[in-house]
């Protein structure tokens, strides 16, 4: 299979207020990036994903994670991976053992794994909008995640 | 007394925690399962136009939206007093029966056969779908993923999304199919079957020839005696979208047979004050507490409920399958909670025969849809099969269709008292005075949970949905003297 080049994932939930925004961030990005790189958005991480994400050479997933303070955005590797809001360990699978599965099964993962995250204070909000505090920061938040991937694009694998 | 807690349970959907009550011999005297999380999905519910519904209740969790997509649709339907077209209800077990591949597989190879595949008591680090990868070969691992992600397509294809679907509107579907898509999905529908056939044999292969396995289902500490649940169409057979509600008591007698409008003349729901989840009973029966046998109202709706509850499946290679396995263990209703597996099982290879007979319907490229909606009963009740047990979505609504009160049974919540006492049994069956508690005991007591799929999640309607567990050992006193946490990530 020819390897496609970047793959964008975001995962929350668009009905739970503040974790849906990575959802949105997702949104906002293939606006923008729709000819760049390929773009999708799931409710949780499950062991499907693995393959949805072969044959890509670098995939970006972005989530949420629990904090007090709104809106801090980083970055990690694969081998950095800490549980996020809605990528764990669902069916007692984790990220890692997913890869290590596709791995396994001799699927052609993506070269670079990265995942960024962006702080909430709210979960389990059921609200179809943001907080106010989000909302205020949105912005923000968008710039500095696309910058991230600004990066990831244009470095060489 | 001692308590033991296991906390974080694994390999189920939401999060729960058991109480392990010791007496003063290190007999279990006691064992609660508790859910602590809050229900409250219902109440969001509450305001919106009612034909949302489908849609937004498929959030709910990510583990079984389609099942919440086709109760609600079904509800929604009775709400406006229409009748989909046959057409449309033909899709719709359509979508239904991918959805029940995709999630059987998932049971199957991730959460019940590394008890089985890798060893009940074997490393907690090798008991998991990578170990069991390691035992059945890298084939069998691309097939697993292989034939969810078609079954996925499947459900993209039909629902609009494979997870939050967007495929019923009052009255039928969105969308219809084309010959071209309705014969792709003919030919995956034939490859779901040689997985079905496959996965049944790596279970006989594994389990049953497997005299350990056999005998802890057969005599192990994963037996009681419980009425039995399960959607039946018109001759009594398996049906996961359509019929009637028919509960067989514990010797395999009829005690009812409902329509979804009926199901609270059937059923009630007790209240315990330690559980966010209720505990639904059988209302002719009573809630006579935490015990099996015939008089008890404790009811399980589970796939070895469903079989237990129906006269055979619709189809002929799931129905050899069936009359097979009541002959195997030479019993009907079967009472052996481990035996689920083998019930699920059966169900998929149902599930895939069925997807296969719909995609070579003439009828399901029919360009009917829709029903016309004339106006707006006010009141709908849905009931399908989701994999975890008899799902209810019921709706009340104003004369303008605005929801004024929702309730929603889920297939884990009808299960919460038999889970419990599955628990319990379990727990007196393993933990005793002089025996270590070690992490192979701890998973022997969970697999009587992990046996009926639970979703607690959605049982609790708590969102997002999350996995963890506690076991506590308590003391005669009430005092922890162990508590076992796992990593929940």
Known sequence: MPLKDILILGFGSDILSDEGLAIQLVLDLKKKWDHLSDFNTYLTFSLDVIHDIAGYEKLIMIDTVEDVIVGNVNKFLLNEYKPTLHIKNYHDISLKQAIAYGKKIEIELPKNIELITVSIAEIGLIDDSFSKSLIQNYQRILFEVESLIYKTIFQPV | MKQITIDPITRLEGHGKIEIFLDDAGGVENVYFQVPELRGFEKFCEGRPVEE???????????????????????????????????????????????????????????????????????????????????????????????????????????????????????????????????????????????????????????????????????????????????????????????????????????????????????????????????????????????????????????????????????????????????????????????????????????AERALELAQDTDITGKELRADVKGIVGEGVGIVEAQRGTLTHHYWTDERGIVTKANIIVGTTNNNAAICMSLKKAAQGFIKEGVEVNEGILNMIEMAFRAYDPCFSCATHNLPGEMPMVLNIRNKDGEIVRRILRTKN
């Not at chain 2, 989840?277 to 409920?305: C, H, M, N, Q, R």
């Not at chain 2, 055979?312 to 290679?317: I, N, R, S």
């Open chain 2, 53 to 351: 519904l489908p849609s937004i209740v498929t959030k709910i969790c990510g583990v079984c939206p389609g099942c919440h997509h086709m109760g609600s649709g079904k509800a929604v339907d009775a709400v406006f007093g229409v009748e989909p077209p046959p057409t449309a209800k033909k899709l719709r077990e359509l979508f239904y029966m991918a959805h029940f591949v995709h999630s059987h597989i998932a049971h199957f190879y991730a959460l019940a056969a590394p008890d089985f595949v890798v060893g009940p008591d074997a490393d907690p680090s090798k008991r998991n779908i990578l170990g069991v990868i390691d035992v059945v070969g890298k084939e069998v691992g691309t097939e697993v993923i292989k034939q969810r992600r078609l079954a996925q397509e499947i459900q993209a294809l039909l629902g609009g999304h494979q997870t939050h679907v967007v495929m019923n509107v009052p009255g039928g579907v969105r969308k219809g199919l084309t010959e071209e898509e309705r014969g792709d999905i003919e030919k995956k529908a034939e490859g779901f079957i040689e997985f079905a056939k496959f996965s049944l044999k790596i279970f006989e292969d594994v389990v049953l020839n497997n005299e350990k396995y056999l005998d802890l289902i057969l005599n192990g500490p994963y037996y009681m005696k419980l009425h039995s649940m399960g959607l039946v169409d018109k001759k009594n057979r398996v049906n996961f979208y359509d019929g009637k509600v028919r509960v067989v008591n514990t010797l395999g007698l009829e005690h009812c047979l409902y329509s979804p409008e009926e199901y609270q003349d059937y059923i009630a729901e007790h209240v315990e004050k330690w559980s966010y989840l209720k505990f639904p009973y059988l209302k002719k029966k009573g809630w006579k507490g935490f015990i099996d046998g015939e008089y008890s109202g404790v009811y399980t709706a589970t796939p070895l409920s469903r079989l237990n509850a129906a006269v055979g499946m619709a189809t002929p290679l799931a129905n050899k399958e069936y009359i097979r396995m009541y002959d195997v263990l030479d019993c009907k209703p079967v009472h052996h909670t481990l035996a689920m597996h083998w019930a699920r099982l059966i169900e998929l290879l149902y599930a």
